[in-house]
């Protein structure tokens, strides 16, 4: 295990624990994939394992997060919120790292390793655009070509961050298959990479996919938590009593947990509600999923009867998946963090209120999770409570999405 490395503020605490010899988290994980993709996933997680432990390496990766990405990011205490909510509130602030949100810090990492291994060509995918305006950045940063495949609906949705990849050289790809959002695009982000292995990075967004993507991809999202911690305890003298994050795949509310999970804090990973659960539209895989196996790992998935994925739904096109990442699944099971859900209209009074009592608008996506404490103050979030949010992304992407809903409101 290598020293904490320093770059320019930024300091990197000593890697985590690592999944079993096989990729699992408890039951979860693993490496469920076709004999041609093998080779490249032993190749990734050898050159993930020197680099990590590379003094060179991660003094490289902190120097791009301190003097690229903007880090580290400030925690901000929210005083009208908190005494709006009756619970003590501060922000990790995501949202003011360069290209707006948490993905920056994955991708740099997954970009140098692409570079180690000598390949060109970059492929993604991308629900909200946000790993895909991440991906695209560092492609550029570092001269790779750039594919980023993203369903067909959020292309339509995320009309902003599209021409942003593309402004950045990036190739979009809309994937009109199934239901045309991020599982269709991670299906055939995966069919590509099957075909251009030997040429080709798949630079995976989250906490999901085979062995080893969930491992790296928290890893490189740790850097969150990490900081948070050490800034909340600067604030509040001690941990928070809760700490919340929007879940979709659920790297950014891993890369945060993966700071507390040796604290008392209670974990608490918000997912997406939908229409509400018991409209069958929603995206709450861990609360409404069953053990499964989809784009290569073992882990809680929205299935029928007859083990078919089902569409997951969420107003945000960030939380529009229908499984989550391995290590979420050990964690629920184990009882260390809970997953409840905020429903869209729960998320869209988050989104307002936030941004008009401290000035910061949210992407949906960690909306859900100011939504659900929004819900729960008072109740499981007791009174005087300390409340530790990630806000994973700025709300630009969705500003037009939330300007028509709200005005199909008023106009009912």
């Known amino acids: 295990m290598s020293a904490p490395r320093r ?26 994939v076709p004999e ?22 991660r003094e490289e990766y902190a120097q791009l997060l301190a003097q690229y990405a903007g880090r580290p990011t400030p925690v901000t205490e929210c005083h009208r ?11 990790k602030r995501e949202d003011l790292t360069h290209t707006g949100s948490h993905k920056i810090n994955n991708v740099l990492g997954q970009a140098l390793l692409t570079q180690r291994m000598g390949k060109r060509r970059v492929i993604a995918e991308t629900g909200a655009g946000q790993h895909g305006v991440a991906t695209a950045t560092a492609c550029a940063l570092f001269g790779l070509d750039c594919i980023v495949f993203m ?26 298959s199934g239901s045309a959002t991020l599982k269709d695009a991670i299906n055939d982000a995966l069919r590509d990479w099957v075909a251009s292995v030997q040429s080709t990075h798949y630079c995976i967004g989250s906490v999901v ?28 003298g001690g941990d928070p009593d809760f700490v919340v994050a929007c879940v979709g795949g ?22 997406a509600g939908g229409l509400g659960i018991e409209t069958g539209h929603h995206g709450a895989s861990v609360s409404r999923g069953v053990p499964g196996a989809l784009h290569g790992a073992r882990s809680l998935y929205l299935q029928n009867e007859d083990g078919q994925i089902l569409e997951a739904h969420s107003i945000s096109a960030g939380l529009d998946y229908p499984g989550v990442g391995p290590e979420h699944a050990a964690l629920a099971a184990s009882g260390r963090a809970e997953y ?41 979030v007791p009174k005087d409570s300390t409340v530790m949010l990630t806000m994973s992304g700025r709300g630009d992407k969705d500003a037009m999405q939330v300007s028509e809903m709200l005005a199909e409101q008023a106009g009912r």
Do not use: C, Y
């Open 340 to 380: 409840p859900s905020a429903t869209d209209v729960e998320a869209l009074a988050g989104f307002q209120l936030l941004s008009k009592l401290e000035g910061i608008v949210p992407a949906l996506e960690p909306a859900h999770a100011v939504g659900w404490l929004m819900r729960e103050a008072g109740n499981r």
């Open 81 to 91: 919120l908190s005494e709006h909510l009756g619970v003590r509130v501060l922000l």
């Open 36 to 57: 041609t993709l093998v080779p490249a996933l032993e190749e990734l997680e050898l050159e993930f394992r020197r680099a990590w432990t590379s003094p060179e390496f």
């Open 209 to 236: 996919g085979p062995h080893p993507f969930p491992w790296m991809v928290r890893e490189f999202q740790r850097i969150v938590g990490d900081e948070a911690r050490e800034q909340t305890r600067s604030i509040l």
């Open 250 to 271: 659920g790297s950014n509310a891993m890369g945060t947990f993966a700071g507390f999970t040796d604290t008392d804090a209670q974990l608490i990973g918000v997912e």
């Open 151 to 176: 369903g067909a609906v959020d292309v339509e949705r995320q009309a902003l961050n599209v021409f942003r990849m593309q402004l950045l050289g990036a190739e979009v790809i809309p994937v009109t």
């Open 7 to 32: 770059g320019d503020g930024v300091t990197l605490g000593p890697p985590g624990p690592e999944p079993t010899d096989l990729g699992r988290f408890g039951e979860f994980g693993g490496r469920f």
